[in-house]
DNA sequence: CAAACGATTTTCT
DNA sequence: GAAAATCGTTTGG
């Protein structure tokens, strides 16, 4: 089933990001479908977050989104080179997101081994933020569109990830966050290859 | 209006 | 392991 409304609207971010563990990630843009099953993610909690955009409710017009209601999906631009997809969550006015860092290629591998210029299956293919977004097709001009329209969205197909299996970590790349670097915000599926390596472990 | 910077990845040494 | 690539957003003049 797809992920609804209501799932991305409640309050607890870091609950919500350890239920997207074994979820799938659907992309179908131009009538192209890819898939894959998220293995890795990170919790973003806004106002008091230094490592979020919208630490001190700071609003600016690329954050507007994550002002939005939970739903819908945050793309924003890295380094000039790498889309970054985030998932809104919360309600209005609370600043809450949660990055996807890695799926496992499920449906599409042959499109996203050519979007990424690859030849042959391997994890390095999805593992990482920035990667996983070009297999996917994700670009910053989605930014904003709901997670229950037809370009992106969200499934739940029954898999289940044993609570032992879910590893917390701190999260990557956010060491200009000072103390909030150390929040165990970042979750991954145990000895899953699809993982990123990471910086933060 | 100009300048600095980053929730990363790839490539070269 | 270190450094470059590269551009929209944010901040300062």
Same mark, same amino acid.
């Given at each position: 089933m797809i992920l609804t409304e209501s799932f991305y609207a409640r309050k607890d971010v870091v609950k919500i990001a350890k239920e997207l563990l074994g979820k799938v990630l659907v992309t179908r843009f131009d009538g192209i479908l890819t898939s894959g099953m998220i293995v890795e993610t990170e919790a973003y909690a806004g106002a008091?977050?230094?490592?979020?955009?919208?630490?001190?409710?700071?609003?600016?017009n690329r954050t507007e989104i994550i002002y939005g209601h939970g739903g819908a999906a945050y793309v924003y631009l890295c380094y000039g080179i790498h889309h970054l997809f985030n998932v809104v969550t919360n309600i209005? @006015?609370?600043p809450h997101a949660i990055l996807i860092r890695a799926i496992e290629p499920m449906e599409g591998i042959n499109v996203m081994l050519q979007r990424r210029g690859k030849e042959k299956l391997q994890?390095?293919?999805?593992?990482?933020p920035g990667a996983m977004s070009m297999a996917l097709g994700?670009?910053?001009?989605?930014?904003?569109?709901?997670?229950?329209?037809?370009g992106i969205h969200i499934e739940d197909r029954g898999i289940k990830i044993s609570k032992k299996d879910i590893v917390a970590a701190t999260r990557v790349g956010?060491?200009?966050?000072?103390?909030?670097?150390?929040?165990?915000?970042r979750f991954y599926i145990k @000895?899953?290859?699809?993982?990123s390596k990471g910086k933060g472990l």
């Open positions: 008091t977050d230094k490592a979020s955009h919208a630490y001190g409710n700071r609003r600016t209005q @006015d609370t994890p390095l293919l999805t593992a990482g994700i670009h910053t001009k989605h930014s904003g569109l709901s997670l229950q329209g037809p956010v060491a200009y966050a000072m103390d909030d670097a150390l929040r165990p915000y @000895d899953n290859k699809y993982v």
